[in-house]
Every structure is written in structure tokens, then in C-alpha cells.
């Protein structure tokens, strides 16, 4: 039952890494100046996390971020953790990492599916019940 009890710890652990990502994509999708540049326009992000979003023909900008303020860092600090751009390349290697449990589950998953005890086969004449 090893395999069974590594699904499980692979499964567990991977909750900590796969709830905040799948929270902070939530939080960015769902938010107006976050998401994606709309069609006839160019969002342009700074390492600091300032956005800005001009408009192609008028150069209008429509959107913008700035570090500076503290509901614009917390946005910051959201798209950061969700794309796993903080504390260098031990969070990149974390980010790899946590992004292959779900191969680990699938494996330890068809592990423990191909490792099941089988039924033996019924009769003939008799019907399973």
C-alpha cells in the first residue's frame, strides 16, 4: 500500500501549493483592471508591477497600476504569487514542482488502480447481484 499512501501525501501537499494559485487566478480573472488587454489595446507591465493599458489609436491610457499605493502592491503581490515571480529561482523550481503533482497523482493513481485486487470471474449461468 505504499502507492496508495504516496497518492495521498502527494494529494495533501499539493493543496498548499494548488489552492493559492487557483485563488489568485480567481482573484485576477475576476478583477476589471486585471485581466487580459482587450482587443485595440497593449497592457504594458513593469517588473515592480506598475501596468499600464493604452489604447492603439489614441494612446489613451485606460488602466494603470502603481506600486506605490497599497491596494495596487496587494495586486501586485497577487500576480506575483500566481505566476510564481517572487523569491527567485527556489520559487520557480517550487512553481515546477508543484506543477507536476498532477502527473504524480495520475501515475500513483493508475498505480494503485492497476494494483487492485481482482474479482474472479463468475460462472457462467450465474448473474453478479
Same mark, same amino acid.
Given at each position: 500500500?505504499?502507492?496508495?499512501?504516496?497518492?495521498?501525501?502527494?494529494?495533501?501537499? &499539493? @493543496?498548499?501549493?494548488?489552492?493559492?494559485?487557483?485563488?489568485? /487566478?480567481? $482573484?485576477?480573472? =475576476?478583477?476589471? /483592471?486585471?485581466?487580459?488587454?482587450?482587443? %485595440?489595446?497593449? +497592457?504594458?507591465? +513593469?517588473?515592480? /508591477?506598475?501596468?499600464?493599458?493604452?489604447?492603439?489609436?489614441?494612446?489613451?491610457?485606460?488602466?494603470?497600476?502603481?506600486?506605490?499605493?497599497? %491596494?495596487?502592491?496587494?495586486?501586485? =503581490?497577487?500576480?506575483? =504569487?500566481?505566476?510564481?515571480?517572487?523569491?527567485? $529561482?527556489?520559487?520557480?523550481?517550487?512553481?515546477?514542482? !508543484? #506543477?507536476?503533482?498532477?502527473?504524480?497523482?495520475? @501515475?500513483? #493513481?493508475? #498505480?494503485?488502480?492497476? !494494483?487492485?485486487?481482482?474479482?474472479?470471474? @463468475?460462472? &457462467? %449461468?450465474?448473474?453478479?447481484?
Amino acid at each position: 500500500m505504499v502507492g496508495y499512501d504516496l497518492h495521498k501525501v502527494i494529494g495533501i501537499a &499539493s @493543496l498548499a501549493f494548488h489552492v493559492p494559485v487557483a485563488f489568485t /487566478g480567481a $482573484l485576477l480573472a =475576476l478583477s476589471a /483592471g486585471a485581466g487580459p488587454a482587450r482587443s %485595440g489595446s497593449v +497592457e504594458v507591465r +513593469e517588473r515592480d /508591477g506598475s501596468v499600464a493599458r493604452l489604447d492603439r489609436g489614441s494612446g489613451t491610457v485606460t488602466v494603470v497600476r502603481d506600486p506605490r499605493r497599497l %491596494g495596487d502592491r496587494l495586486w501586485a =503581490l497577487v500576480a506575483a =504569487l500566481h505566476e510564481g515571480r517572487f523569491g527567485g $529561482l527556489a520559487s520557480r523550481w517550487l512553481y515546477v514542482a !508543484g #506543477g507536476l503533482t498532477p502527473v504524480a497523482l495520475a @501515475l500513483t #493513481g493508475l #498505480g494503485i488502480w492497476l !494494483g487492485r485486487p481482482r474479482r474472479p470471474p @463468475l460462472p &457462467s %449461468g450465474e448473474r453478479a447481484g
